[in-house]
């Protein structure tokens, strides 16, 4: 009799594991039922905060709830996306991901209050850009060769701002400047915005940035820019070289957006969002404003996401190891 009744209870158990509960079973069709909320660790006006506003009221429109983009600064990126590993995996708390912060940050401070690996779980590759190398009007140089010319022979004295200790604009400039033999001081801001505002008011000389960042300035005489950091030059910015066309060979390092969720938020919302920002990317409008943003949108499932992710990581680990940046 014992037997037959542990046998019967065993049995019930595996029907159990079997049955999906509710809440994981539900999450797809319910979510979401409430405005969500995606946390950019940089200040407004950067790239990645023009990329997600665009694709994020896309979403919003189908889903009927707010995506709100809520900007939490400092630390090179670092206190915004402790927020969101800190956060209840319960798909209304998402980082937004870019270079400095999934993949840079882990390799260049010595002391983490996050592990990428561990806490984060990517839901979609929104987009890619190149980054723009832009100077102050003021600085006697027409192109990257004759900027280059022009910090060695005044080694020291030009000084470049980025959106933060440990972006990607700092790595990438670090790269430039290493690469190219030169010297420069660095000035570091609280996101992309602050740094083009600088250095439009010559507060620095030169600024690489994604190219939504430049967006308010261009077509006027407030800013030059000189090349695009990738191996080949943009379709976007078709008379722009590209810095590792001539000036800098083999130079090539651009920046993405991959939305990211804490580790343990339901797969089914994963692939949920995933679907709605791939439909969203589809739109002609989005993409429209995207190209006019500088970013080529990307999507794919969230195995996707993450296995992009992992590439990126170890990628910028050589990138922080041939710089030789460090920050304790």
């Given at each position: 009799?014992?037997?037959?009744?542990?046998?019967?209870?065993?049995?019930?158990?595996?029907?159990?594991?079997?049955?999906?509960?509710?809440?994981?079973?539900?999450?797809?069709?319910?979510?979401?039922?409430?405005?969500?909320?995606?946390?950019?660790?940089?200040?407004?006006?950067?790239?990645?905060?023009?990329?997600?506003?665009?694709?994020?009221?896309?979403?919003?429109?189908?889903?009927?709830?707010?995506?709100?983009?809520?900007?939490?600064?400092?630390?090179?990126g670092n206190i915004g996306t402790e927020v969101v590993a800190r956060a209840g995996p319960d798909g209304y708390t998402f980082l937004v991901g870019s270079p400095g912060t999934l993949a840079i940050n882990p390799h260049m401070f010595q002391r983490l209050p996050y592990d990428v690996r561990r806490d984060f779980i990517a839901v979609s590759h929104v987009a890619s850009f190149p980054q723009v190398l832009v100077v102050h009007p003021g600085v006697p140089a027409k192109t990257i060769?004759?900027?280059?010319?022009?910090?060695?022979?005044?080694?020291?004295?030009?000084?470049?701002?980025?959106?933060?200790?440990?972006?990607?604009?700092?790595?990438?400039?670090?790269?430039?400047?290493?690469?190219?033999?030169?010297?420069?001081?660095?000035?570091?801001?609280?996101?992309?915005?602050?740094?083009?505002?600088?250095?439009?008011?010559?507060?620095?000389?030169?600024?690489?940035?994604?190219?939504?960042?430049?967006?308010?300035?261009?077509?006027?005489?407030?800013?030059?820019?000189?090349?695009?950091?990738?191996?080949?030059?943009?379709?976007?910015?078709?008379?722009?070289?590209?810095?590792?066309?001539?000036?800098?060979?083999?130079?090539?390092?651009?920046?993405?957006?991959?939305?990211?969720?804490?580790?343990?938020?339901?797969?089914?919302?994963?692939?949920?969002?995933?679907?709605?920002?791939?439909?969203?990317?589809?739109?002609?409008?989005?993409?429209?404003?995207?190209?006019?943003?500088?970013?080529?949108?990307?999507?794919?499932?969230?195995?996707?996401?993450?296995?992009?992710?992992?590439?990126?990581?170890?990628?910028?680990?050589?990138?922080?190891?041939?710089?030789?940046?460090?920050?304790?």
């Amino acid at each position: 009799m014992n037997r037959r009744m542990l046998a019967a209870g065993l049995a019930a158990l595996t029907t159990a594991w079997l049955v999906p509960m509710p809440s994981q079973a539900q999450a797809q069709s319910t979510w979401p039922d409430r405005p969500v909320r995606l946390v950019l660790p940089f200040a407004a006006g950067g790239a990645a905060d023009v990329v997600i506003r665009i694709v994020g009221a896309a979403v919003a429109e189908r889903v009927g709830q707010n995506m709100v983009v809520e900007n939490r600064t400092g630390g090179s990126g670092n206190i915004g996306t402790e927020v969101v590993a800190r956060a209840g995996p319960d798909g209304y708390t998402f980082l937004v991901g870019s270079p400095g912060t999934l993949a840079i940050n882990p390799h260049m401070f010595q002391r983490l209050p996050y592990d990428v690996r561990r806490d984060f779980i990517a839901v979609s590759h929104v987009a890619s850009f190149p980054q723009v190398l832009v100077v102050h009007p003021g600085v006697p140089a027409k192109t990257i060769e004759e900027f280059i010319a022009l910090a060695k022979r005044e080694p020291g004295k030009l000084n470049y701002g980025s959106s933060g200790n440990a972006s990607t604009g700092h790595l990438i400039t670090e790269m430039f400047r290493s690469q190219a033999g030169i010297q420069l001081e660095h000035v570091p801001f609280r996101g992309g915005g602050p740094a083009a505002q600088a250095l439009v008011a010559g507060t620095v000389q030169m600024v690489i940035d994604g190219l939504p960042t430049w967006l308010s300035y261009m077509g006027g005489d407030q800013i030059r820019i000189l090349g695009v950091t990738s191996g080949q030059r943009w379709p976007g910015l078709p008379d722009v070289p590209a810095i590792g066309e001539k000036a800098v060979p083999g130079f090539d390092l651009g920046s993405w957006v991959v939305l990211a969720a804490p580790t343990g938020t339901p797969q089914a919302v994963l692939e949920r969002f995933a679907s709605e920002i791939d439909v969203a990317l589809k739109r002609d409008d989005v993409r429209q404003r995207l190209a006019q943003a500088g970013a080529l949108p990307a999507g794919g499932t969230p195995a996707e996401a993450q296995a992009f992710h992992m590439r990126e990581l170890e990628k910028w680990k050589r990138v922080v190891e041939v710089s030789g940046a460090t920050i304790n």
